[in-house]
T-cell receptor, first 112, second 117 residues
Framework: DTAVSQTPKYLVTQMGNDKSIKCEQN?????MYWYKQDSKKFLKIMFS???????INETVPNRFSPKSPDKAHLNLHINSLELGDSAVYFC???????????FGDGTRLSIL | AQKVTQAQTEISVVEKEDVTLDCVYE???????LFWYKQPPSGELVFLIR??????QNEISGRYSWNFQKSTSSFNFTITASQVVDSAVYFC??????????????FGQGTTLQVKP
């Protein structure tokens, strides 16, 4: 069973569109995260949620809106996609905010 | 300011060589956590180790070992007798406790390790 699963794995779309990436974890963890990995492989946190409460919003444009319907899910919705949004987006979860984070396989977003 | 530096962008070794990946961190907090993650060519991020700031004991896990030295703010990773399957990008990361334990991971730039047969 996949511990942290993201869908879709690949997302190709045009500039200006709105898209969502879904994330689910079956580890029973309380905390979930979204990270962005750019073309140079640099990883940067975007958001974190603990028990469905937003903990970190790392100066991300408000075109990005996370939603946590329950502890096991943290979805990422992106409005008005721009070329600079092209990246790999990773979802992660951890038991609490000091335990190791377990990552999903990533979603590669390509903006045409 | 919190920062993680992995000065080695790329390392290339021949199989069975030992290789050390360097990690230097900056933090103003006395309580923090250090991590290493592996990203193989398939792209997923794999957790390798977590160390808290109060535990300076070195750790060995099979061919992997980690050397944590607070005096030099370093948390280096050594692979002994490297294998082709070790080829990956390796990330060192820092999580600080002063910020209320948000769990935020600050990553280094990553070191790409290529192990040639």
């Amino acid at each position: 069973d996949t511990a942290v699963s993201q869908t879709p794995k690949y997302l190709v779309t045009q500039m200006g569109n709105d898209k969502s990436i879904k994330c689910e974890q079956n580890l029973g963890h309380d905390t979930m995260y979204w990270y962005k990995q750019d073309s140079k492989k640099f990883l940067k946190i975007m958001f974190s949620y603990n028990n469905k409460e937003l903990i970190i919003n790392e100066t991300v444009p408000n075109r990005f809106s996370p939603k946590s319907p329950d502890k096991a899910h943290l979805n990422l919705h992106i409005n008005s996609l721009e070329l600079g949004d092209s990246a790999v987006y990773f979802c992660a979860s951890s038991q609490d905010m000091v335990q190791p984070q377990h990552f999903g396989d990533g979603t590669r977003l390509s903006i045409l | 300011a919190q920062k993680v530096t992995q000065a080695q962008t790329e390392i290339s070794v021949v199989e069975k060589e030992d290789v050390t990946l360097d990690c230097v961190y900056e933090t103003r907090d006395t309580t923090y956590y250090l991590f290493w993650y592996k990203q193989p060519p398939s792209g997923e991020l794999v957790f390798l180790i977590r160390r808290n700031s109060f535990d300076e004991q070195n750790e060995i896990s099979g061919r992997y070992s980690w050397n944590f030295q607070k005096s030099t703010s370093s948390f280096n990773f050594t692979i002994t007798a490297s294998q082709v399957v070790d080829s990956a990008v390796y990330f060192c990361a820092l999580s600080e406790a002063w910020s209320g334990n948000t769990g935020k991971l600050i990553f280094g730039q990553g070191t790409t390790l290529q192990v040639k047969p």
